[in-house]
């Protein structure tokens, strides 16, 4: 029987075997991959697009949690935001009006993920307790004002990271978890339908931190985690991955895919956004930005998002930057970071209204900001 010693010679020796064949991989792929998306729409005399101060402003500040935001999410129809707070609530706000519609006091404080049920009725939330919550917005408040649980969806073994409804089914959600598993549940009945790695071999070795649902074809996800890979499911297969994406060099905090299905985008510690081709597994386009100047370090990309057209990519920064990229020339044409009422610390969240007419950012400063479009309408 061979020793622990010979055991860990053999692991080790397969390990760099592994590693040097991925790199093999990576070079061949990188010589037979001629082009990126930046240099050839250079090549066919593209230009970026240019963007006055004016063109996307800072229309309303939403003001009423008294912790960190960490999530927030839009209704797909109505005008509407949820957010998640260091302070344990949820807040529900009309982005119109910026009243606050409800106000959700968390049995568990430590709250991470937050969204919308497609049809707006309801709302789930995870954190530090391991569980999914689901709140119904139309059940009988208590006399404090407080909505109570209609569902508690527990089944992960390390924090809840991310929260998503399928498009259009209000009964099926996905978690991603610190337990490395991504899962798909039943919210009516709060069984776990299918689980996303774990002890298959082709899951993730790390926290998942981030996931986003295919909305072209809802049977397809991806998820981020701090093994610095993406990972590709099929909610109809969910013994392995379809495939695995490398690329970035730390944690990825957020995935999103592109708008029109094919493609989706990243945002990591090592302080890029990358691009890259669901089907090919190729890397499309590296979005990176010098760093500070004060500590010679590359802020972490904490959260982003796509325009409709896929034009624009909003990528908000750990140091209270908020990019705005021109996907095709991958050159920054905005930051909202330097314009007036932006945000005084880091950007933990972003997203965009279902009809692309305005962006959110939540913030550590304790706020929600609301960025509206008064120019672009149709390259936005």
Request: proline share 3%; glycine share 8%.
């Amino acid at each position: 029987m061979a020793s622990v010693a010979e055991l860990k010679e053999k692991h080790a020796a397969a390990t760099a075997s592994v590693n040097s064949l991925r790199e093999r991989l990576r070079q061949r792929r990188q010589m037979l991959l001629d082009t990126d998306v930046e240099r050839y729409s250079k090549a066919q005399g593209r230009t970026p697009v240019s963007f006055n101060p004016t063109d996307l402003v800072c229309c309303r500040t939403l003001q009423g949690h008294s912790g960190k935001v960490y999530s927030l999410d839009w209704t797909p129809e109505k005008n509407w935001i949820v957010s998640a707070s260091q302070d344990g609530r949820l807040i529900v706000w009309n982005a119109l009006t910026s009243q606050k519609t409800h106000a959700i006091k968390l049995h568990c404080p430590w709250v991470m993920t937050c969204a919308f049920a497609p049809n707006g009725q309801s709302v789930a939330c995870g954190g530090l307790d391991s569980a999914c919550s689901i709140f119904n917005l139309n059940s009988q408040a208590d006399r404090d004002g407080n909505i109570p649980v209609s569902r508690i969806l527990t089944g992960h073994k390390g924090y809840v990271s991310s929260c998503q409804y399928v498009p259009d089914q209000e009964t099926r959600l996905i978690t991603s978890s610190g337990d490395q598993t991504c899962v798909l549940w039943d919210v009516t009945t709060g069984q776990r339908i299918s689980i996303f790695g774990g002890e298959f071999p082709s899951g993730h070795t790390a926290d998942v931190l981030s996931l986003s649902i295919n909305s072209s074809n809802t049977n397809m996800f991806v998820s981020g985690s701090c093994d610095a890979t993406v990972r590709l499911w099929d909610i109809r297969i969910a013994s392995r991955a379809v495939r695995t994406y490398h690329g970035h060099e730390g944690d990825i905090n957020s995935v999103k895919f592109f708008p029109d299905g094919q493609r989706f985008g990243t945002g990591s510690d090592d302080g890029t956004c990358r691009l890259f081709d669901m089907r090919t597994g190729h890397q499309l386009q590296v979005y990176s930005r010098e760093p500070d100047r004060n500590d010679n370090e590359l802020p972490t990309v904490t959260s982003i998002a796509f325009s409709i057209s896929g034009r624009l990519l909003f990528a908000g920064y750990s140091n209270g930057d908020c990019y705005v990229w021109d996907t095709l020339l991958a050159e920054v044409v905005l930051d909202l970071g330097n314009l007036q009422n932006s945000h005084e610390g880091r950007i933990s969240c972003l997203g965009l209204s279902s009809d692309g007419s305005a962006l959110c950012t939540g913030s550590w400063d304790k706020n929600l900001k609301i960025w509206a479009f008064s120019g672009h309408r149709k390259i936005v």
